[in-house]
């Protein structure tokens, strides 16, 4: 959801932001409120979601994507530099499940399976060239619990309402309550890498600077922490 602030409260740039980066981002604007800058306003969502959001004409200064498609869309209907553009992050897929689940197999015979919807989701459509590259596609297709976001598959095997989920890895890295049953190899699915673009509606003068300290090495040590790899 989209950070609420009132009209008089000063902030920094508005920030669409695939929902896989909510806790580096969630930090790094901590940081970036702490040299003496506004608050930057975070909001989360499938990339899909955030891209059609644009398009419909929704005030926002920074769009970082989790797919390149629907970072090529913004391009296009933004007429953007494609120089522009920043790589800020990479990730990969992995099957997780609850520590305290005890089932060994992946995909069992009646266990659930939380993921992105392949259809509109990013997470869903890195998932299934995983699943399809080690052959386990049509087994776990009937099982899968499509969500809207990365954050719901998620929070659907937090609370033990999917007994797996085919997550990014950085969604497991550096939690305690989950494990990873299955690690797919990086060619098994199609690159992920987190891009950010400044939108051309942008008018807010800190979006430029925002981008570049996404972009400094100090960052990178805050995704680096979180599970993701260098772009």
Known sequence: LLSSCTSSEPRGPV????????????ELAAQWTEQGRDPPVLSFASSTALARQI???????????????????VVKIGRLDRDAIRSL??????AAAHVDNTET???????????????????????QEA?????????????????????????????????TGVLYASDVASRDDLKIVLAFPPDAHSSII?????????????TQGFLDFLSSGEAQ????????SRP
């Open 55 to 73: 398009d419909n004409g929704s005030p926002a200064d920074l769009f970082i994507s989790a797919d390149q498609q629907w970072t090529d869309y």
């Open 15 to 26: 920030v669409f932001a695939a929902s896989s980066l909510q806790r580096p981002l969630e």
């Open 194 to 206: 987190y891009k950010a673009l400044k939108l051309p509606s942008s008018a807010h003068p800190d």
């Open 105 to 127: 197999a992946f995909p069992s015979a009646s266990a659930t399976i939380a993921t992105g919807d392949p259809e509109s989701v990013p997470l869903g459509r890195y998932a």
């Open 221 to 228: 040590a805050v995704f680096d922490r979180y599970g993701f």
């Open 89 to 94: 992050a990479q990730n990969r897929i992995v």
């Open 131 to 163: 699943l399809t590259s080690a052959g386990l596609w049509d087994e776990a297709e009937s099982k899968l619990i499509r969500t809207p976001s990365s954050s719901a598959a998620l929070r659907l095997v937090l609370l033990r309402e999917a007994d």
